[in-house]
């Protein structure tokens, strides 16, 4: 059974400074998804990431993978307020009838402070 | 990317009363997924709903609890039924475009009292 997980599950920072939430996953998968969640909306696609090495940047985040190791990270480059939201990984089984089924790990609440 | 509409966007109803859910999408898709998203939780896959043919539920769901339509490529229902305040959640339909990409549609809050 696929499980994910990420760390830190709350995460507090500063303007202007860097971190990086992590994602684990236990078994081969295919894909893996970032999604941003602000309160009471929907999932915003981030990024997806298909193979080994994979790495993918937009504005001030940062996406990889790591499918040996099983883990991908997202890079917060210089953190400003409008990033604060809530980050999901997720990922899918190996193999052609998982598409579309995510299992996504706990999300990280990300709060950007002055 | 895709266009995903959902109806209701929310609702409030009674324990025993039932809910369907809509959901378009603005292109024809072979498949269509159901997720719920209970409150401070994370999203958790319901059944995947596939035109013509019945819907396959994940484990800890059932087709009498969560009966699911795809009379077409671009429109499914999800139906909430006998609903408690467990069933409480936000509900997201989602598709994938390309085997890659994989959006949601705007969720529908439902809150039972």
């Known amino acids: 059974e696929l499980k994910v997980e990420q760390n830190p599950l709350f995460l507090s920072m500063q303007e202007g400074k860097n971190y990086t939430i992590y994602c684990n996953y236990s078994?081969?998968?295919?894909?893996l998804y970032w999604y941003r969640q602000d309160p009471g909306k929907s999932l915003e696609s981030l990024f997806v990431?298909?193979?080994?090495?994979a790495v993918k940047q937009e504005g001030r985040l940062m996406a990889s993978l790591d499918t040996k190791a099983r883990l991908s990270t997202l890079h917060i480059t210089a953190a400003v307020h409008d990033l604060s939201a809530t980050y999901f990984c997720?990922?899918?089984?190996?193999?052609?009838?998982?598409?579309?089924?995510?299992?996504f790990g706990q999300g990280t609440i990300l709060t950007v402070h002055p | 990317s895709a266009v995903i509409s959902q109806k209701p966007s929310r609702d409030i109803c009674q324990r025993g009363t039932s809910l369907t859910i809509q959901c378009q999408v603005d292109?024809?898709?072979?498949?269509m997924f159901w997720y719920r998203q209970q409150p401070g939780q994370s999203l958790t896959l319901i059944a995947t709903?596939?035109?013509?043919?019945?819907?396959?539920?994940e484990s800890g769901f059932v087709i009498d609890k969560f009966p699911i339509s795809r009379p077409n490529l671009t429109f499914s229902t999800l139906t909430v039924s006998n609903m408690s305040p467990e069933d409480s959640s936000i509900y997201l339909c989602s598709v994938n475009r390309v085997g890659d990409e994989q959006y949601f549609g705007p969720g529908t809050r439902l809150t039972v009292t």
């Open positions: 997720a990922a899918t089984n190996a193999g052609g009838t998982s598409y579309g089924k995510l299992t």
């Open positions: 078994t081969t998968s295919d894909r």
């Open positions: 990431l298909l193979s080994n090495g």
């Open positions: 709903a596939n035109q013509g043919s019945e819907a396959t539920y």
């Open positions: 292109s024809q898709v072979t498949m």
